[in-house]
Every structure is written in structure tokens, then in C-alpha cells.
């Protein structure tokens, strides 16, 4: 949610497993990730923080920060 949806990683290309749990969903997750983007520049908050408020206000909340590999990006700092 942090990062445009069209914007690739090395992981998004190729990780396979990735592919075969998420791509069935990809529609609605774009919609998530394009969504969070607008509201993220109307307030002028970072995206990763954006995200991680989304992520928090759903019920159940058991992951909220999946795939933060380096400190700063939770903030928007990196």
C-alpha cells in the first residue's frame, strides 16, 4: 500500500507464491493500494502511515505491519 500499484519489486517479480495466493484478489487490492494513495495526499501524511492507520481501524487485527524490511519505512521516513 506504501508504493504505486504499478510499481514492480524484484519480489513482485518473482516470487511465485506471492502470484498463486494474491493475484485472484489483484483487482480489489489495486482498488485498496489506489485509494489509500488519495486519501494519503489530501492529508498529507505518508503512505506507509496511511496504510498502517487502514490496516488498524479493521477487525481482526493480527498483521499490521507485514513486509517492513527496513526501519523508516513504517513512518514514511525512508
Keep these: 500500500?506504501?508504493?504505486?500499484?504499478?510499481?514492480?519489486?524484484h519480489r513482485?517479480?518473482?516470487?511465485q507464491v506471492q502470484k498463486s495466493q494474491y493475484d485472484a484478489h489483484e483487482t480489489a487490492?489495486?482498488?485498496?493500494?489506489?485509494?489509500?494513495?488519495?486519501?494519503a495526499e489530501q492529508r498529507g501524511f505518508p503512505?506507509?502511515?496511511?496504510?498502517?492507520?487502514?490496516v488498524l481501524q479493521k477487525?481482526?487485527?493480527?498483521s499490521p505491519i507485514i513486509g517492513v524490511t527496513k526501519m523508516g519505512r513504517?513512518?514514511?521516513?525512508e
Design 47 to 54: 503512505r506507509a502511515q496511511t496504510a498502517l492507520a487502514w
Design 29 to 39: 487490492d489495486q482498488l485498496v493500494v489506489d485509494r489509500v494513495a488519495a486519501i
Design 1 to 9: 500500500m506504501t508504493r504505486d500499484w504499478e510499481e514492480s519489486t
Design 59 to 62: 477487525e481482526p487485527n493480527t
Design 12 to 15: 513482485s517479480e518473482t516470487d
Design 74 to 77: 513504517e513512518t514514511g521516513s
